[in-house]
């Protein structure tokens, strides 16, 4: 189905702050409300009062995890060399992807970038993470292609990164109401016409990646596609 929209170019990676309930743990780590990137480094934010989780300088693009008590951010190794296809580095320059508590404690790598010989291989920058609801699996993209990049799937249980589609962007649909929806995957792809020509349009996955629904359309930003799709009645929050 094609809901319509206006064409738009791949979001890039940016100071996220994710907003989550409060609340204490089995583990006795207090949730965290809100997570955000200043100066390069990973704060928790609980009202004006901001906590430093990390003094790297070099990290970016965090994002909580859904039960609050963990976030997930990227680390930078080489910050001139970031968002072009083929600039993957390896050993010391290597992006990583980690992860630490928000009291601070447990930092630890969850993985390393690298070169790849196959585009689909080489894994750095680690932007657009979200986690499907339940916090297991967490989604990101990677450059790779000149006219896509590459969206991996990290299982936080078993600790292993899967390639899962060609993309430029990625909605994880986690509050979704519906159980039919939820977890589902929103992807804007590159695609090519018979005749002639290429188009961006966004495509409805399960959540495995592997079973395509049907086609949304081409949306100027995430909040277009949201809207769309809860105006069809697929995905209420």
Not at 169 to 180: F, P
């Amino acid at each position: 189905m094609k809901l319509g929209g206006s064409r738009r170019s791949a979001p890039r990676s940016c100071a996220l702050v994710a907003v989550l309930l409060c609340g204490a743990g089995a583990n006795g780590v207090a949730a965290a409300t809100a997570v955000e990137i200043k100066d390069g480094n990973v704060f928790v934010v609980e009202g004006a009062q901001r906590r430093q989780l990390t003094r790297s300088g070099r990290d970016a693009d965090a994002v909580l995890a859904p039960d609050g008590r963990t976030v997930v951010f990227t680390r930078v190794g080489n910050p001139k060399s970031a968002g072009m296809q083929g600039d993957c580095k390896s050993g010391a320059q290597a992006d990583e992807l980690r992860r630490i508590r928000v009291d601070g404690g447990g930092d630890e790598l969850l993985v390393r970038g690298q070169e790849g010989k196959d585009p689909k291989e080489s894994l750095c920058e680690f932007r657009r993470k979200q986690f499907s609801s339940d916090g297991r699996i967490l989604y990101v993209l990677t450059p790779a292609w000149a006219t896509s990049g590459a969206l991996h799937a990290y299982d936080t249980r078993d600790k292993k990164l899967s390639f899962v589609m060609p993309a430029n962007d990625v909605i994880v649909l986690n509050g979704c109401k519906s159980q039919e929806y939820r977890d589902n995957l929103v992807v804007q792809q590159h695609r090519y016409f018979v005749v002639a020509g290429s188009y961006d349009w966004y495509w409805l996955y399960d959540r495995t990646g592997k079973k395509e629904k049907g086609p949304l359309g081409d949306f100027d930003g995430e909040e277009a596609v949201r809207e769309a799709i809860e105006a069809a009645g697929l995905c209420e929050r």
